[in-house]
């Protein structure tokens, strides 16, 4: 297999390490295969794909699709290094509230499996950064949603004192006013 998956401490969340084979000419590495991935649970027909670049201290997030718009994120840094960030807002969840936060790197090549039902955000602490993600359910803008950055409750332990925000993203409500209904898993 050319996959290594690892439950990581939040339930449904999967680090996923690709085998990298290197030779003089660069490297080669499968990405993304539907039957590994639905061998280690990892279920879902991933509908869009999305490709960010971000420079420096950018922090996107925390982002997450209400109701039937729930999606699954399939998360890797292809250039560059994020601090990503996945935190569990299913409510009823035994880890509701909690958050998991790893580097993806170009380097590594890890690729993180964040199913529906979690906040997604991620910093830049390269120069700059590209992140490809795919994802479960198209992008509906009626039921985008997003938590604050720096909220108490969740208590991330960013790199970053003071990132580079949308307007957007620094008007985002705390964990505890914002309206997570969600019909996933775990709610």
Same mark, same amino acid.
């Given at each position: 297999?050319?996959?290594? &998956? ?6 449904? !969340? ?6 990298? &084979? ?6 080669? !590495? ?5 039957? $590994?991935?639905? *061998? ?8 869009? $794909? ?9 922090? +996107?997030?925390?982002? &997450? ?11 890797? #840094?292809?250039?560059? +290094? ?7 807002? +299913? ?7 909690? #958050? ?22 991620? !910093? ?9 993600? *795919? ?26 004192? $003071?990132?580079?925000?949308?307007? *957007?993203?620094?008007?985002?409500? !705390?964990? *505890? $006013?914002?309206?997570?209904? #969600?019909? #996933?898993?775990?709610?």
């Amino acid at each position: 297999m050319p996959f290594d &998956f690892e439950e990581l401490a939040l339930p449904g !969340l999967v680090l996923v390490k690709p085998r990298i &084979f290197k030779d003089p000419r660069g490297f080669f !590495l499968e990405a993304y295969k539907r039957g $590994d991935f639905e *061998k280690a649970g990892i279920f879902g027909e991933f509908v869009q $794909d999305n490709h960010s670049r971000s420079v420096k201290d950018v922090l +996107r997030g925390l982002h &997450f699709q209400k109701k039937d718009s729930a999606q699954g994120k399939l998360i890797r #840094c292809i250039s560059g +290094r994020i601090f990503d960030v996945a935190a569990d807002i +299913r409510r009823g969840s035994p880890s509701f509230g909690k #958050c998991a936060a790893l580097e993806l790197n170009e380097t590594n090549a890890h690729i993180l499996y964040i199913p529906p039902g979690f906040a997604h955000g991620f !910093l830049v602490v390269s120069e700059t950064a590209e992140i490809i993600y *795919k994802c479960t359910r198209e992008y509906d803008p009626a039921a985008e949603a997003g938590i604050i950055w720096n909220d108490p409750q969740l208590n991330i332990s960013w790199p970053v004192k $003071d990132p580079i925000l949308s307007d *957007k993203d620094r008007k985002n409500p !705390l964990l *505890k $006013d914002s309206a997570l209904e #969600c019909n #996933c898993p775990g709610s």
